[in-house]
């Protein structure tokens, strides 16, 4: 029988495996795409057996799958922290620009090829122009948690905008800031130095003056088809 020592050495050897098979998948896909790349291409410049990816992953598919996931789940908890943080009364009262600010500028940095994860979000452009994954994966585990946690957040602090403006809203946000993304990465590959998008800071305060007026205007509108 194995002691306590190997159990735990060997568990430890394989977490080291199957991240090393992470690793290298995410790099593979992202560079060549799913179809370009074979388990065999994975696996020899992972330095591990064949076996160990139908061992800990059941095939090409799902260790594709586990690669977006890995990710999105770290994504998925840095943006929900960022709702909670601006909640949080310890630093300061709770409040609408507070709240913006806070996800706004988690959502931007995680996502720049420079300040986040340059292979991740290549490997999320080829997915985008050819799907591979369920659609519902996206929906159900990472952007329905996000916005849930938002849309609580924003109702919390402004109690007279309806649900429905609520998600509107949201939606309306996150086109603005991926929009900031695509266009930062872009300026940067032309080497447009001195376009003003490239000023990230700046383009998240804009954001954020941009769609508080927003909001507010719509709470406003709600107001006034009450008493109309």
């Known amino acids: ?30 560079e060549k795409g799913f179809a370009s790349t074979s388990i065999r291409d994975i696996t020899r410049e992972g330095c591990c057996n064949i076996a160990a990816v139908n061992y ?17 789940d770290k994504m998925k908890k ?42 991740f979000i290549n490997l999320v452009i080829r997915e985008m122009l050819d799907p591979q994954l369920p659609q519902e994966m996206f929906a159900a585990d990472y ?19 309806d649900p ?18 695509r266009a930062t990465n872009l300026y940067r590959k032309i080497r447009q130095d001195n376009n003003p998008v490239l000023d990230v800071p700046r383009v998240i305060d804009h954001i954020v003056c941009f769609s508080v007026a927003g909001i507010r205007a719509c709470i406003e509108e709600g107001q006034l088809n009450e008493k109309a």
């Open 1 to 30: 029988m194995m002691s306590q020592n190997q159990n735990k050495e060997s568990k430890k050897s394989g977490d080291n495996v199957r991240k090393r098979l992470l690793d290298t998948a995410e790099k593979l896909f992202s």
């Open 164 to 181: 429905i403006s609520a998600e509107l809203c949201i939606h309306s946000l996150v086109g603005q800031l991926y929009q900031v993304v």
């Open 56 to 72: 800990y992953f059941g095939g090409k598919d799902n260790l594709y799958l586990q690669v977006f996931r890995r990710q999105l």
């Open 143 to 161: 952007i329905q948690p996000i916005a849930g946690a938002f849309k609580d957040a924003l109702c919390k602090l402004c109690p007279q905008l």
């Open 78 to 119: 840095i943006r929900i922290k960022s709702i909670r943080d601006a909640m949080d009364n310890s630093t300061g009262p709770a409040n609408l620009k507070k709240l913006v600010h806070s996800f706004a500028q988690v959502f931007v940095e995680s996502l720049l090829a420079e300040e986040g994860n340059p292979q």
